[in-house]
Nanobody, 122 residues
Framework: EVQLVESGGGLVQAGGSLRLSCAAS????????MGWFRQAPGKEREGVSCSAGNDGSGLLLPSVKGRFAASRDNGKNALYLQMDNLKPEDTALYYC???????????????WGQGTQVTVSS
């Protein structure tokens, strides 16, 4: 059974930093592309990152480039999201997920955890 457990969220002032972690189990983590998406109340889900690699090249949202960095440790079955220079508009529930692209080249997320809340005050 795929299990993903996010942690590291919290309340931070604008300009601050947080590092989200995701502990994965129940599947061969190294064989899967992994990413993050977020959802704020009343807004559509946004794909933040999706990558099989560890070079941070999987960031998708233009608004987070230069501020967020995704990485993974296959030996620990863990995924991370370093978030710097946070802004109030980054406030959302952040989810770790397995990810990929469908035959229409649209990003899809297949399995995710319970999420971790990130709140950025102005």
């Amino acid at each position: 059974e795929v299990q993903l457990v996010e942690s590291g969220g919290g309340l931070v002032q604008a300009g601050g930093s947080l590092r989200l972690s995701c502990a994965a189990s129940g599947f061969s983590f190294a064989d899967y592309a992994m990413g993050w998406f977020r959802q704020a109340p009343g807004k559509e889900r946004e794909g933040v990152s999706c990558s099989a690699g560890n070079d941070g090249s999987g960031l998708l949202l233009p608004s987070v480039k230069g501020r967020f960095a995704a990485s993974r440790d296959n030996g620990k079955n863990a995924l991370y999201l370093q978030m710097d220079n946070l802004k109030p508009e980054d406030t959302a529930l952040y989810y770790c997920a397995t990810c990929g692209w469908d035959d229409k080249n649209e990003l899809v997320f297949d399995h995710w955890g319970q999420g971790t809340q990130v709140t950025v005050s102005s």
